[in-house]
């Protein structure tokens, strides 16, 4: 079983940065630097949608749309943190922001987008960003 548990939202003005945190706790059957780590977010009346995803073996990240250019996913193995640096926030990023972890098969292009390929969740962080 994986443990998650976000910290770091909070309410900022257009333009301001956040860094988001995960803590990373527990254990599966493949080692734990091959799992899929991910940031999802949804806003109120819409789906989930993916924010980036991270293999800490290789480093091997992805960004989707939504993040790309402004947002970086890293992962510090030693203190089993999953992180998201968010700069350049507008108010169409504001949203319910969960980390994600799902077998390394998760991050292939096939999978990484769909919510239910990801078998543990964090309970959310808030993130408000405000005109």
């Known amino acids: 079983q994986v443990r998650l548990a976000e910290s770091g939202g909070g309410s900022v003005q257009a333009g301001g940065s956040l860094k988001l945190s995960c803590t990373v706790s527990?254990?599966?059957?493949?080692?734990?630097?091959?799992?899929?780590m991910a940031w999802f977010r949804q806003a109120p009346g819409k789906e989930r949608e993916g924010v980036a995803t991270?293999?800490?073996?290789?480093?091997?990240?992805y960004s989707f749309d939504s993040a790309k250019g402004r947002f970086t996913i890293s992962h510090d193995s030693s203190k089993n943190m999953l992180y998201l640096q968010m700069n350049g926030l507008q108010p169409g990023d504001t949203a319910m922001y969960y980390c994600?972890?799902?077998?390394?098969?998760?991050?292939?292009?096939?999978?990484?987008?769909?919510?239910?390929?990801?078998?543990?969740w964090g309970q959310g962080t808030q993130v408000t960003v405000s005109s």
């Open positions: 991270i293999i800490s073996r290789d480093n091997n990240t």
């Open positions: 527990g254990s599966t059957v493949y080692p734990s630097d091959t799992l899929c």
């Open positions: 994600a972890v799902g077998p390394p098969r998760t991050c292939t292009s096939w999978y990484r987008a769909t919510p239910t390929e990801y078998n543990w």
